[in-house]
């Protein structure tokens, strides 16, 4: 008899076009259960938390809000920001909030090129790329640490300290992870990204913990690169990266130029882990709410779609993770495209075209 697995996801879709792609994953998972014959069931809770809730009631998540969730086997996230809030009060009163609150330290940022979608990279056309960046998602430049101060000096006197945590076990966890995630790749290699040339102190700790680690596993090739120099990898010699490791902040950056290399920011998929399963994982797409083209029903969903297919992986359902690739890949293929990669389908589009190839 086929076993059912049945899964509880708590759906956050927050600001802008976070509730039409969040729409566009469920709709998508929903398609892969009901074709299961019931072997694969997933219910769904919708919480409404996000810039039109601040404005109602003042807070960016109910109190109880991360204790409800604790129960879900994972958070299905769209994205948080909106132009009448604050971004900082956004992103930490939410985003934020959750990723550290759930200690979901690794962020797996995962950078697919795929067919029918034009990058601006020449060798594309050419070479097979593919590769993923992991980012400390737990401290690094998003601390939260500093202050400000000396406003009392008058206009102009203003003084602001923003400071950046390094701790040995959070440079050791993350890069474990990225190197058991290499072994896992056919190209089993690990390049380390910091500033340590400038950043001396949380730079140079996160480099020592790099080697040691890296002598742990002699199967795979390693090169630490500055991230300005990666930047510039990124865009000239991509056919050499596979893990790409990185702090908060750089590998945000780096992740968001990875995606815009691919054909867009609505392609990027992310997944941010609690690798202990103590707490839910949460996964959402690597974009933000995207205010300039909310409502209109012409974004991409195929990020948060990815994002979808990064959950079903973690729920151990590799062959459904596959199928939904699979469909992410033939829809683009077939042409089905939003207009931030060049063609003129809209979101609703693309969803059915999804779903009709889960068919295979
Ligand atoms: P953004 O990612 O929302 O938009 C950047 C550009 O990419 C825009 O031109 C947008 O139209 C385009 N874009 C983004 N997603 C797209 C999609 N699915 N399909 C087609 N085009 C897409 O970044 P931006 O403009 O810097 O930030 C807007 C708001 O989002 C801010 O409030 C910011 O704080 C927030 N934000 C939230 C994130 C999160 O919740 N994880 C991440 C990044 C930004
Ligand atoms: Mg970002």
């Not at 896992?184 to 790099?210: C, H, I, P």
């Not at 959402?284 to 209109?296: F, K, L, Q, T, Y």
């Not at 359902?317 to 829809?331: F, G, K, M, P």
Request: one cysteine or more; proline letters at 4%.
């Amino acid at each position: 008899m086929a076993q059912t697995r049945h899964f509880r996801i708590a759906a956050i879709p927050g600001d802008g076009v976070g509730s039409e792609v969040v729409d566009a994953g469920r709709q998508v998972l929903d398609a892969l259960a009901s074709a299961s014959h019931g072997t694969l069931g997933f219910t769904w809770q919708e919480f409404p938390w996000g810039s039109d809730f601040y404005a109602r009631t003042g807070k960016m998540i109910d109190d109880d809000g991360p204790e409800r969730l604790r129960e879900f086997d994972a958070l299905y996230f769209g994205a948080v920001g909106w132009p009448t809030v604050p971004d900082h009060v956004s992103l930490w009163g939410l985003r934020l909030r959750l990723c550290q609150g759930f200690d979901q330290w690794a962020n797996v940022r995962p950078v697919h090129f795929l067919p029918g979608v034009t990058s601006p990279l020449r060798k594309a056309d050419t070479t097979e790329l593919d590769w993923v960046v992991v980012r400390e998602n737990s401290e690094g430049e998003y601390g939260g640490f500093g202050g400000r101060n000396f406003s009392a000096r008058g206009r102009g006197g203003e003084v602001a300290v923003q400071s950046a945590v390094f701790t040995e076990t959070g440079c050791e966890r993350i890069i474990r992870f990225a190197f058991d995630l290499a072994r896992t790749r056919s190209r089993r290699k690990v390049s380390s990204v910091t500033k340590s040339n400038a950043q001396q102190y949380g730079m140079v700790l996160w480099d020592e913990v790099f080697e040691r680690v890296a002598a742990d596993y002699p199967d795979v090739e390693t090169e630490s690169v500055l991230v300005d120099a990666m930047s510039a990898k990124f865009v000239l010699r991509p056919e050499e990266l596979s893990v790409v490791v990185a702090s908060n902040l750089n590998a945000d950056i780096l992740s968001d130029l990875g995606s815009a290399l691919a054909g867009s920011l609505g392609l990027a998929a992310s997944a941010n882990l609690n690798p202990e399963r103590r707490y839910p994982s949460m996964f959402e797409p690597v974009h933000g709410s995207a205010p300039d083209i909310a409502g209109r029903g012409v974004c991409n969903p195929i990020g948060a779609v990815g994002s979808a297919a990064l959950m079903l992986e973690h729920f151990g359902l590799d062959e459904e993770a596959a199928r939904v690739q699979r469909a992410i890949r033939a829809t683009c293929a077939q042409g089905v495209l939003t207009a931030d990669v060049g063609g003129g389908a809209s979101t609703k589009d693309v969803t059915s075209a999804l779903i009709d190839n889960l068919a295979d």
